[in-house]
């Protein structure tokens, strides 16, 4: 999951860019599949692409996609499906279409999160997989108004982040998160709040400890009809 920041908070850790690289810095991308898969990223995605009811006539995006291993998932539950992963980091999404070589109906655009470069209701699912907590509140807002407007009327977005209902019972990481302040916002119903204020019908539809990240959430928010 890649996404935007200020200049000021890049430039802090060390990047060129107005966006946060899918690995933190452009020099680790390589790492960056292992590191998903060290932090249990395709046991989340497995449980949210099962929570997103995909169909085969569904148009689907994921939005922050980094080097696609969510929006591949939902093109191979699929086949039929019209997949998009968009993201800011250019150099993922090359990552992301060498992974998808030969598979139609996939394609990944160069995109942020805030300025979907999409027609109205254009998608039946969104999905978003553990880049929410990354984003700046302003952007978090103008992601979600986004969101909202690209869906059709009775579609849903699908999204899984850390934070919901934890608290430092959740274990080590979890105390450590909310020490850092980084996923604040995402705290309690942080995030459900948001996805109304935007416009959604929100809902909680799991939540649970996670050994390497605290806790994480899964969110179904859907355009009302």
Not at 199 to 216: L, T, Y
Request: hydrophobic share 40%; aromatic share 4%.
């Amino acid at each position: 999951m890649t996404e935007h920041r200020p200049h000021s908070v890049t430039h802090a850790m060390g990047n060129r860019h107005d966006y946060l690289p899918a690995a933190g810095r452009d020099a680790l991308l390589p790492t960056y599949d292992l590191m998903s898969l060290l932090f249990g990223a395709p046991r989340l995605h497995k449980r949210l692409i099962e929570h997103a009811e995909l169909r085969d006539d569904h148009r689907i995006l994921e939005v922050g996609c980094g080097t696609g291993n969510l929006t591949l998932r939902a093109k191979r539950a699929r086949p039929a499906a019209e997949v998009i992963g968009s993201d800011p980091d250019l150099r993922a999404l090359a990552r992301a279409e060498r992974k998808a070589k030969g598979l139609r109906g996939i394609r990944f655009d160069h995109a942020y999160a805030q300025e979907l470069p999409y027609a109205d209701g254009e998608f039946d699912r969104v999905l978003s997989s553990l880049m929410l907590h990354h984003l700046e509140t302003e952007t978090k807002i103008a992601m979600a108004a986004e969101i909202l407007r690209v869906l059709r009327p009775g579609g849903r977005l699908h999204l899984v982040d850390i934070g919901g209902p934890m608290t430092p019972a959740d274990g080590l990481s979890a105390r450590m998160m909310l020490r850092t302040g980084h996923v604040a916002d995402n705290l309690g119903d942080g995030i459900p709040r948001l996805l109304r204020d935007a416009g959604f019908d929100c809902a909680v539809v799991d939540s649970h400890p996670h050994r390497r990240i605290g806790r994480v959430t899964y969110y179904r928010a859907t355009r009302p009809a």
